[in-house]
């Protein structure tokens, strides 16, 4: 079985730049999340979708980020204007369903100089 | 609000002995309560789940998790510390009323030869 894909894995832009990452979940799973990893901290949860729905996007900075999930698959993460806060890990995961097990990807490490 | 602490942020054992990592958490529903491990530079990794079942729950890689609904712990334990285990720890809850996977602050796990 396939794992979550992401890309790109590195990036580097300068501030007020914009970024787009994707990521391309398990087939089948329902479930998307997209999650903010800043280091030396646990992951931070920015939106999840269920299928192309959005549950929850309470903690995604609307005025700069945005996701979508087309078609129910496949999802893109964009930062428009990109600031220096923004440099983490961003990593995509999908799950079955919501409550069960998610699997991660190899995450893109976003540097913003 | 459903919620997950990490008591420590990091754990130093010798090769060969016990690992207790703890976590305890906060759910208003009956939760789901995962670890995750994530090596330097990699995604995370599954290492078992809780989701209603037996209480004491069997990982990969000798881990094992109690589940103790009384004292709302999940701590993480494995008999034999290997210099592989060294790597970052996540306790993860979701409840059925939120569907949301949070995250803790997560455990450093340093093991010595």
């Known amino acids: 079985e396939a794992g979550v894909a992401q890309s790109p894995r590195y990036k580097i832009i300068e501030k007020r730049q914009s970024v787009a990452f994707w990521c391309n979940p398990i087939s089948g799973h329902a479930t998307l999340y997209w999650y903010q990893q800043i280091l030396g901290q646990g992951p931070k949860l920015l939106i999840q979708f269920q299928n192309n729905g959005v549950v929850d996007d309470s903690q995604l900075p609307k005025d700069r980020f945005s996701a979508e999930r087309l078609k129910g698959v496949d999802s893109t993460l964009k930062i428009q204007p990109a600031k220096l806060e923004d440099s983490a890990v961003y990593l995509c995961?999908?799950?079955?369903?919501?409550?069960?097990?998610?699997?991660f990807g190899q995450g893109t490490r976003l540097t913003v100089v | 609000a459903q919620s997950v602490t990490q008591l420590d942020s990091h754990v130093s054992v010798s090769e060969g002995t016990p690992v207790l990592l703890r976590c305890n958490y906060s759910s208003s529903y009956s939760p789901s309560l995962f670890w995750y491990v994530q090596h330097p530079n990699k995604g995370l990794q599954l290492l078992l789940k809780y989701t209603s079942a037996a209480t004491l729950v069997k990982g990969i890689n000798g881990f094992e998790a109690e589940f103790k609904k009384s004292e709302t712990s999940f701590h993480l334990t494995k008999p034999s510390a290997h210099m592989s285990d060294a790597a970052e720890y996540f306790c993860?809850?979701?409840?059925?009323?939120?569907?949301?996977?949070?995250f803790g602050t997560g455990t450093r796990l340093q093991v010595f030869p």
């Open positions: 993860v809850v979701s409840d059925y009323n939120t569907d949301k996977l949070i």
């Open positions: 995961a999908s799950s079955q369903q919501p409550n069960t097990e998610a699997f």
